[in-house]
């Protein structure tokens, strides 16, 4: 009862200058909006990232030379990837890849500098999930033979010549002519990758043009070996038979390996921890814009008990107990921090939606943030309203009734 | 023992270094019987503010005993004295002291909401109110606010709340102090008035003919009671 008319009163009291009330929660509602949007930007850019790591293709694992191991990177061979096709069971492709040292490319008269070049094997759309869009990917054969075709990224496609079918043009990478017999569909980047923008060529013709002269590393050696595992739930098995059959070949203690075998999950994490430090500056940002907001609430609070000092004195000589002044005012902050939080709550979840209808960023709302946001602006109404509201109820009522 | 308010050897001191301090009460004693009319006088630091805190539980003797209505109220602390203030005692203050974006009515109600014993509904305390309000003549200004009111009326308004908890005490400051003398004199018959219905009042004046509407007159001068009852300030 007393309760409710105290409230009343801080109500009234804020309703008393509703432009500075309105200006005081400005910066609860964009401390909490802020918050609301950066967390769900990030989210959304790891979602993002979740989502085209596993676009590489479904139940992939990843072996790669393990980084830090000396001599490592001349280890894994592109024979390790034949031993593994042939020995390992519950696998449906395996896909080796080379990258050698961007190339020239010059087609159709025009020369592009710096183009990235991979050398795969046949099962590299399948194993990849990355289907030609127009012609045909190499054949096993057409590897083997060594046969100088290449297929193109959809974006250096069109690089090179537009609108025209590059289909049975020829193209030189570096000091080599080749024909092109394929176009990758349209892929993007992903995981720093530009997928359009390379050029894919037998694993064996980049052995044989590209990764020869002066390198300490074995014609050979692959950079990856992606494997397609038949099912989720044998890639435990799977990674267990290819580490056993690689640590045989490379004569090292499995326990110790020379190369790593990841899974998307392993690749997904990874990039996350990358964008965690950004994701949790963004949060801290947004979180110092909220305390920002508290502070601005102080302010006013404590010009507002200055201001109505001898309504205070007055209230006190009616009979009012200093725990009622302190509730008065602590009100009052805990009302301009909850609307704050709640406008702010509202901002925050339509800016997100906002953000994802018309915007680039992609967005995902963190279901957590609201009720994380609106509690830490009551819990800074309470905390930056707390000093004004005792210093209101500390007044002495004659002092306080002689204000001018 | 029949008294309102029984001071007994009050002190007030201010100041703790033994060698700068000041008393602005000194061994004052005094008694109020119930339904006196008493004006308290005395010239500027004689201590009348002081006393005027006291009695009005504002503030708290340094030593001595303050009987209100039989309570010993010397020693409590400050949620108990606000409990007391809002049960025992009416203020009515020379500046008015309304809120000015209440109607007279939200002023009038306002000690109903810091009373912690009497639970009435709101339409109790309405009618209460609005009663406090046609008892000082203002039935039809229930509604107005205090800048749409005359001084007189503000004053009225603020008697009315003073009433609105039924307090045995009303204590008024200058209530006069800030009316032209029309007001004025509407203001010493209201209070005449209460008197009459039972009303202890204890006024805090300095003006001789104002003080003269009293019963009784109380006169301090450097922090004690001089000559009870026969005071004429000086001017100074």
């Known amino acids: 009862m007393k309760f409710q008319k105290i409230l009343r009163i801080a109500w009234e009291g804020l309703m008393l200058n509703k432009v500075r009330s309105f200006l005081t929660t400005l910066g609860v509602i964009i401390g909490v909006a802020s918050v609301i949007v950066m967390m769900s930007i990030s989210a959304g850019a790891e979602a993002a990232i979740a989502e085209q790591i596993n676009s590489l293709g479904a139940n992939l694992l990843i072996v790669s030379p393990m980084r830090g191991v000396p001599g490592a990177a001349r280890t894994l061979l592109y024979e390790d990837a034949f031993a593994i096709s042939e020995q390992v069971i519950g696998i449906s492709g395996v896909s080796a890849e080379q990258a050698p040292a961007p190339q020239t490319v010059k087609a159709n008269g025009t020369t592009l500098e710096s183009i990235s070049i991979v050398g795969t094997t046949a099962d590299f759309p399948a194993v990849r999930d990355y289907a030609v869009a127009e012609g045909t990917y190499f054949t096993e054969a057409e590897n083997d033979r060594k046969l100088k075709v290449a297929v193109l990224g959809a974006g250096l496609a069109k690089d090179l010549f537009g609108e025209e079918s590059p289909l049975g043009q020829s193209i030189t990478v570096g000091s080599t002519k080749l024909t092109v017999i394929g176009v990758m569909q349209t892929k993007g980047v992903v995981a720093d990758i530009d997928y359009d923008g390379r050029v894919y060529l037998p694993i064996s013709v980049v052995f044989q043009k590209y990764m020869t002269t002066g390198s300490v590393m074995r014609a050979d050696a692959v950079r990856t070996i992606y494997v397609k595992v038949e099912s989720q739930e044998k890639i435990d098995s799977v990674t267990t038979q290819i580490t056993s059959l690689l640590a045989t070949r490379h004569d090292v203690d499995p326990a110790k390996p020379d190369f790593t075998i990841q899974t998307q999950q392993d690749i997904i994490a990874t990039q996350e921890a990358a964008t965690a430090a950004f994701r949790d500056l963004l949060a801290w940002v947004a979180g110092v814009s909220l305390i920002v907001g508290g502070i601005g609430i102080m302010n006013i609070m404590l010009v507002s008990v200055t201001e109505r000092t001898r309504e205070i004195g007055l209230r006190m000589a009616l009979g009012a107990r200093p725990n009622d002044v302190q509730t008065q005012f602590l009100l009052e902050a805990i009302i301009l921090s909850l609307v704050g939080g709640l406008v702010g709550v509202l901002l925050g979840v339509g800016g997100s939606l906002l953000f994802c209808a018309f915007g680039e960023m992609r967005t995902a709302l963190v279901p957590l943030s609201i009720p994380l946001a609106f509690g830490a602006a009551a819990a800074i109404g309470i905390f930056f309203g707390y000093y004004p509201a005792t210093q209101a109820s500390n007044l002495d009522p004659i002092v306080a009734l002689r204000h001018e | ?236």
Do not use: W
């Not at chain 2, 029949?2 to 050897?9: D, P, V």
């Open chain 2, 1 to 236: 023992m029949n008294s309102l308010i029984e001071l007994q050897r009050l002190t007030k001191v201010y100041g703790d270094d033994p060698e700068a301090q000041v008393f602005a009460l000194n061994d004052l004693s005094a008694s109020i019987q119930y339904g006196e009319f008493v004006a308290i006088m005395g010239p500027s630091g004689s201590g009348k503010s002081t006393l005027m805190n006291i009695i009005g539980c504002l503030d708290r003797p340094t030593s001595g005993a303050y009987l209100l209505d039989g309570r010993d109220v010397s020693g409590l602390e400050k949620n108990e004295l606000a409990d007391v203030r809002n049960q025992k005692i009416g203020f009515v203050f020379q500046s008015f002291n309304l809120l000015p974006r209440l109607s007279a009515l939200d002023n009038v109600l306002l000690p109903m909401l810091y009373d912690i014993h009497v639970e009435l509904s709101s339409e109790e305390q309405y009618t209460r109110a609005a009663e406090a309000l046609a008892s000082v003549g203002l039935e039809k200004r229930m509604h107005h606010h205090p800048n749409q009111l005359s001084g007189g009326q503000q004053q009225r308004v603020a008697i009315a709340r003073a009433l609105i908890n039924r307090p045995p005490l009303i204590l008024a400051d200058e209530p006069t102090g800030n009316l032209d003398s029309k007001s004025s004199v509407e203001i010493m018959d209201l209070l005449h008035t209460l008197h009459q219905s039972g009303v202890t009042i204890v006024m805090v004046t300095h003006e001789p003919d104002i003080a003269q509407h009293a019963e009784r007159i109380i006169c301090v001068r450097d922090g004690q009671t001089v000559d009870d009852g026969h005071c004429a300030e000086k001017p100074l």
